[in-house]
């Protein structure tokens, strides 16, 4: 497996003053596009709260979207860079992977820097064999805790996307888009799954096609 190089024009998160790197736990979370990963991490980062008593409460898992970082880029990012991500994202394919890891690494170094937090929410990563290779490359010091992994039948997926593509102003979210990631996810991201178990990382899978609080309620006892 090739990992594309790519010139980068992102610059590097500036190190913390120690220099040594930030050691954080991470959650994969993983699932075909309109299954919910990001609703239920943005419900895990809201409600899972530390217990201190008297000083105030913080949030112990922070949300990091990979789809999200990538879209944020495009939109910030050089021309020829926004251009490629926007290339591929239109196109329902996966961004080189060594754009989309130096992207988290930048937001993890950035988060922790602001919120002392360590503890992270991975969705939409790895997404394939190249974008674990990447990680595996400069990221290998993270404890991988374990995947999430959500499933749901593709009509109730179509369903979904095609409500979110009424406003979410997606370029990708239309069903011609939405059948190539699909075929991507088929190709690309169910493969891995079997990587975690050779890895020994714990993998758990959640039918997702229930109410977003139903789903909850199966995912949030992984986290306590
Ligand atoms: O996860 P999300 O649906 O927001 O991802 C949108 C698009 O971003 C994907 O279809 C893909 O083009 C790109 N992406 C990627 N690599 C990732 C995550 C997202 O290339 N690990
Ligand atoms: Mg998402």
């Not at 790197?21 to 895990?44: R, S, W, Y």
């Not at 898992?61 to 990979?66: E, F, G, K, R, V």
């Not at 999200?68 to 996966?94: F, M, T, V, Y």
């Not at 888009?177 to 891995?192: A, G, M």
Request: charged letters at 25%.
């Amino acid at each position: 497996m090739v990992i594309v190089p790519w010139n980068s024009s992102i610059p590097a998160a500036s190190a913390s003053s120690s220099s040594l790197p930030v050691i954080c736990e991470v959650v994969f979370v993983l699932g075909a596009p309109g299954t919910g990963k990001g609703t239920q991490c943005q419900l895990l980062q809201e409600r899972l709260l530390s217990k201190e008593d008297g000083s105030e409460q913080h949030q112990l898992w922070t949300h990091l979207s990979a789809g999200d970082l990538l879209r944020e880029e495009r939109k910030s990012g050089g021309s020829e860079l926004g251009e490629l991500i926007n290339s591929k994202i239109s196109a329902g394919e996966l961004v080189p992977s060594s754009i989309t890891v130096k992207l988290l690494e930048n937001a993890i170094i950035k988060s922790n820097q602001e919120t002392h937090c360590s503890k992270f929410l991975i969705d939409g990563f790895p997404r394939g064999q190249e974008n674990m290779q990447a990680w595996e490359s400069t990221m290998k010091h993270h404890t991988i805790k374990f995947v999430l992994n959500f499933e749901c039948p593709e009509e109730v997926l179509v369903g979904r996307l095609l409500e979110r593509g009424k406003d979410s102003g997606r370029v990708d979210d239309n069903m011609e888009v939405i059948r190539k990631r699909f075929k991507t996810h088929q190709e690309n991201t169910v493969p891995i799954l079997t990587y975690f178990g050779k890895q020994h990382i714990p993998l758990h899978t959640i039918d997702s096609a229930k109410m977003v609080e139903h789903v909850y309620n199966s995912v949030e006892p992984l986290f306590l």
